[in-house]
């Protein structure tokens, strides 16, 4: 996958793809926000309104090892947060893919049910299913009992109707205390002795990424991390992604398309909206330690468009288009895990979450979810407070974004009435 020195002078080395001023700015101010919140593991991808004819039936052509686990993933693999049609699963696993990641609290237990339906049919040992430590209403916490976590994954088994989860995540997680609780760690391992599970996960974005994951990874707990990774962010998780690999330690990367916004920009010609995804999967899959990739998929055109990434190696025109993506968005995309600008606020906004619900919105067409998820928001801190605020906020964003202006267009979009 990754390419050499002095061949196709399209294609670009491993050093070129992962070194960049630019990344290293944008890195080191990220590390140093505060995290409040795990709602940009929430996101998913968009649909296209397109297809190309050369899409196709594009099947996937890339299986990399997933760490010590044993399982060779498809490198672009089936993120179910929307997942509502059985049959979509069933056309993905005709085309190659064979990693499933779901959740309870994914469409309110419909995506495990829908997946359950859709794996019927097929070999176990063909596909590798992951969920969460999670129940409809969302994360456990790190202190539930641990008969109730043991309840929570049994649930998820019968949903899913299958006998064991290859992985369950401690999801969401944003310290080392809660990474290391041990209530999921007790319950992993019960359930592990009873054969319910197989391998342990973490998932994770939280600006203390390297702390958390970097004693994931020496922990020699944890089999796969899922990790928020895209295009110039986090550029101190290589490092992390190669002690994982050497130590047998699965990654995959989640939130690989950095807000979608593709789908919206103006100056973007139709044919670079088209191939935005395939450009941002293949730079997240030249990095060779990463075991592949997860993105949201719920409708078959999606497969098509996202498949013809696999196994392709990236060029320079696929990073051109991811620069100048970069550079449309710097002032408008809200860096997942960032939160610098929270303490500023006197009315307590949850500016970062907000930022995301109009995300929601606007590049992934999920209105109504984001509309429901603003509502519940305190109606004491909803950005309704903004229109005659000051804006202390604004100084405090490394990355100049217009948090005002942009809370009082995303109040007037979200709220219902
Ligand atoms: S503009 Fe809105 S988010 Fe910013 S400080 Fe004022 S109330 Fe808070
Ligand atoms: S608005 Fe800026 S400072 Fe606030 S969370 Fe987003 S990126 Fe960070």
Redesign the pocket.
Known sequence: MVMAEGGDETKLTRRALLTSTGAIAAGAAVAG?EYKTQLYLLSDAPETDRKLASWGDSKVVGHRPLGRTGFEMSDISFGTSKLQDPAVVQRAIERGINYFDTSPDYSDEASEKALGQGIKGTPRDQIFIASKFCSSEGHLDDDTPVPEVMRAVEGSLRRLQVDHLDLVHIHAVNSVERLMSPNLHEAFDRLKEQGKVRFLGVSSHTPRLEEVMGRAVGSDRFDVIMVAYNFKNWPQLHDIFHEAHQRGVGVVAMKTLKGAYHTQLADFAPSERESFAQAAFKWVLANPDVSGLVVTISHFPQIDEYLYASGQEITKQDVALLEKYDQQVAKIY??PG?????ESCPADVP??DV?RYRMYAESYGQERDAMRSYAKVDPQRTADNCATCPAP?EP????E?P?RERLVEAHRLLRFG
């Open positions: 926000c809200c860096r960032c939160g610098e600008c929270l500016i970062d930022l906020c405090a964003c490394p990355f974004i948090i």
